[in-house]
């Protein structure tokens, strides 16, 4: 069955990095769109952003555009985030998602 697994959460101070990732299994990874979701505390989850199959196409949302990065490695069916200059406001659990798909969700919290 299909299985995205979370890594790479934790606490980090405003304006340090992290960089998720989510291991796929279940499916050809090299197929599918990819996404990074977060969620914030009594909210819905929200597209943080999003890449091809291939990797040629990404986008992201306005709050984490200059600032996140998305990648894949399709030979390790990886796909990963890329956060830099963390605000307090980054925080929230973090799921990496195919579809109807979602992994267990990773914390990332942002404080001094």
């Known amino acids: 069955q299909v299985q995205l697994v979370e890594s790479g959460g934790g606490l980090v101070q405003p304006g340090g990095s992290l960089n998720l990732s989510c291991t796929a299994s279940?499916?050809?990874?090299?197929?599918?769109?990819m996404n990074w979701y977060r969620q914030f505390p009594g909210k819905e989850r929200e597209l943080a952003a999003w890449?091809?199959?291939?990797?040629?196409?990404?986008d992201y949302a306005d709050s984490v555009k200059g600032r996140f990065t998305i990648s894949r490695d399709n030979s390790k069916n990886t796909v990963y985030l890329q956060m830099n200059s963390l605000k307090s406001e980054d925080t929230a659990v973090y799921y990496c998602n195919r579809g109807a798909n979602w992994g267990r969700g990773t914390q990332v919290t942002v404080s001094s």
């Open positions: 890449i091809s199959p291939l990797g040629r196409h990404m």
């Open positions: 279940g499916f050809i990874f090299s197929s599918y769109t």
